[in-house]
Each structure stands twice: as structure tokens, then as C-alpha cells.
């Protein structure tokens, strides 16, 4: 797999298959390793934010979510066909991830967690998610909740907190985690549990996932979305006409 830099972060150019045999790989390892499903917003974030730079200075990869990235990629020579998206992987990689492979789940509501875990089971009964807790713990839950993750030992951590909530808890907790892929999902636990509907394969196609997602929930997203993605298109110029000069 190569990395390319864009604004910053070390993107990682991969496939669904590729990168799910990595972290495969990556679990037999006797350490937890940390990865982010990357969009514009995160690019962006890490480019203009100190602070949350430094969240997420403890993660070892950065895999792009979104179309945009892939295209700006593509544009260095990646030769991508896809996006390797959140949701999407997620349900690839722990229905080609069974027994002997063992999953955690953290994020969401309650409903939420439960569905997934229903839903899993009923694709195949071969996947172990040995345990899960939901989104809503407060600070004080936080020792019981890796005291359980440790004694469990998954190979797999999914964390769906948003952004940049779960990349804070991956960068505080990374360190007290004993081994694990830990994995930054956001989204992909309310649209697999079929909480939230995703953007219709059009749209998802031609880089507007963020269209739909702006319009299902304007009040929180829409101020977000049309702040980074400016930022985001202003940083690409500007680092194009420094380029040139």
C-alpha cells in the first residue's frame, strides 16, 4: 500500500479487500494499532487545528472515506477506483473477519449496538462480537469499559463516537488498550443498524454523500459542511499556487 500526502495527512491507497487482510495481519500483532476512515472534514481538521492534530497523532492510519480525497489521489497518481467508506467497511470487513477473529463494539445507543449485533449474527453466525457498549458513558465509565475490552482481547475495536469525539478516545485510551485494531467509524454504526439511511449509490458515486447528509440533519451538519469544505478547497488552491511560485 503507498501513502500520499495531501494537506498534511498520510493517506493510505487501498481497496476493501486490501486494507481488511491488513488489518487482519495487523491483529495477530501484540499491540493495539489505530486507524481513521478519513473524509474532507477530518483533512481539513488535522490541517487547521492544532489541538486536534494532536488527538490524532497517535493514529497509524488514515484511510480516505470520501470521493474528494480519492479524486486528489488520484490526481498524485494513487490510480484509485473507490473510496474505502466507513459503513461500507465496516460491514466488509467483519463479514470476512469471522471466528477465529473477535470484535468489540463502541458507539451508538443502546438500539443501536443491539441491532448491529443482531444484524451481524443473522448475515453470519460465524462472527464473534464478544462485546459492545453503547456511546453514552461518562468519563468515570471509561476504566470499566477498557478494564472489559482488555480482558476480552478483541482483535477488533469499532468506535463510533463522531468526530472528534472518538479520535479523542482513541488518543487517550490507545495507550491503556493492550492490543487490537481500533478503528474510527463515526457513522457506519447508525447506518448499519439501519438508524440513519446513507446516501442513495448516485450520489455516493459522484462525491455528494455530504449533500445528502447535510440535508437529513441541517441543524448539526450544515454549518460543518460548508465551513470545512470551503476550508478544504481554499487549502488545495493555496497549496497549488505555492507550487507553482
Not at 44 to 71: A, G, H, K, N
Not at 153 to 173: A, C, E, M, Y
Amino acid at each position: 500500500m503507498r501513502t500520499f500526502d495531501l494537506l498534511g495527512t498520510s493517506l493510505v491507497a487501498t481497496t476493501y479487500d486490501e486494507f481488511t487482510r491488513h488489518c487482519q495481519q495487523l491483529a495477530r500483532g501484540d499491540k493495539p494499532v489505530a486507524v481513521d476512515l478519513t473524509n474532507t472534514h477530518i483533512v481539513t481538521l488535522r490541517q487547521e487545528d492544532r489541538s486536534f492534530r494532536e488527538i490524532t497523532s497517535r493514529f497509524d492510519y488514515f484511510v480516505p472515506d470520501s470521493m474528494p480525497l480519492i479524486w486528489c489521489l488520484n490526481w498524485m497518481g494513487a490510480r484509485l477506483r473507490d473510496r474505502v467508506y466507513g459503513p461500507v467497511f465496516m460491514r466488509y470487513c467483519i463479514e470476512h473477519s469471522p471466528a477465529p477473529y473477535s470484535h468489540y463494539l463502541l458507539g451508538g445507543s443502546a438500539e443501536c449496538v443491539s441491532r448491529l449485533r443482531s444484524m451481524f449474527a443473522g448475515r453470519n453466525p460465524a462472527i464473534q462480537i464478544v462485546g459492545a457498549h453503547d456511546g453514552y458513558f461518562a468519563p468515570s465509565d471509561e476504566p470499566e469499559i477498557l478494564a472489559e475490552i482488555n480482558r476480552l482481547s478483541p482483535d477488533f475495536i469499532w468506535v463510533g463516537l463522531g468526530t472528534p469525539k472518538q479520535q479523542d478516545w482513541i488518543h487517550r485510551n490507545k495507550p491503556s488498550i493492550n492490543r487490537g485494531v481500533v478503528l474510527a467509524v463515526g457513522f457506519a454504526f447508525d447506518v448499519n443498524a439501519g438508524m440513519k439511511k446513507d446516501a442513495p449509490l448516485w450520489m455516493q458515486k459522484r462525491g455528494l454523500t455530504w449533500v445528502f447528509r447535510m440535508a437529513s440533519e441541517p441543524r448539526r451538519l450544515l454549518m460543518r459542511y460548508v465551513r470545512y469544505n470551503s476550508f478544504f478547497v481554499y487549502y488545495l488552491l493555496r497549496n497549488a499556487v505555492r507550487a507553482k511560485s
